[in-house]
């Protein structure tokens, strides 16, 4: 009866939710965004074959985490997001410590949060074509990435702090 219709209905589902995740279905995405984007990029690429996939992934994880980038600022919305842009950069390597240090000291714990980050990121790499659209996505991936950042940023505010309670040049630290 009815376990059997459940089973029939989920693996049906099942089959055609897997025709959506597939790499020409990307493909068409990305035409299909820089057809109608003004601000297109990538179009050289062909990510419908895994090599394609791995030849455009560099330039599509430059553009989503990095778009639109300042000397290339074209029209207004894409100068107001110039000031999220800038700090966004400026974030960068609070990023890089947060991630090396978790990774160092607390692997098993973000593993999942790292894993999953990463594939939504090359995922939306792979799949955008346009500048705006990039960037937009993007907002979808830096929750992940403040988590690193934050992480970076303590560790950087607690190395100044341990610096300034050293007794300069010997190494110790100070009395209190």
Do not use: C
């Amino acid at each position: 009866g009815w376990v059997k219709r459940s089973v029939a209905v989920t693996r049906d589902m099942l089959e055609r939710q897997t025709t959506y995740l597939t790499l020409e279905r990307l493909q068409t995405t990305r035409e299909d965004q820089a057809m109608w984007g003004e601000s297109r990029f990538g179009q050289e690429y062909d990510v419908s074959t895994p090599s394609g996939a791995v030849a455009a992934l560099p330039k599509g994880l430059v553009y989503l985490l990095f778009a639109p980038f300042p000397w290339a600022i074209s029209g207004l919305r894409q100068a107001l997001v110039l000031p999220e842009t800038l700090v966004w950069y400026a974030l960068m390597p609070a990023f890089v410590r947060g991630l090396r240090l978790a990774l160092r000291r607390h692997v098993r714990s973000v593993l999942p949060i790292v894993v999953f980050a990463v594939s939504l990121t090359a995922a939306y790499a792979l799949m955008q074509g346009n500048v705006g659209t990039a960037y937009r996505q993007r907002t979808q991936v830096t929750m992940f990435f403040f988590i690193f950042m934050g992480a970076g940023l303590a560790e950087r505010r607690r190395e100044q702090e341990v610096k300034a309670n050293m007794i300069p040049g010997s190494g110790w630290p100070r009395g209190r």
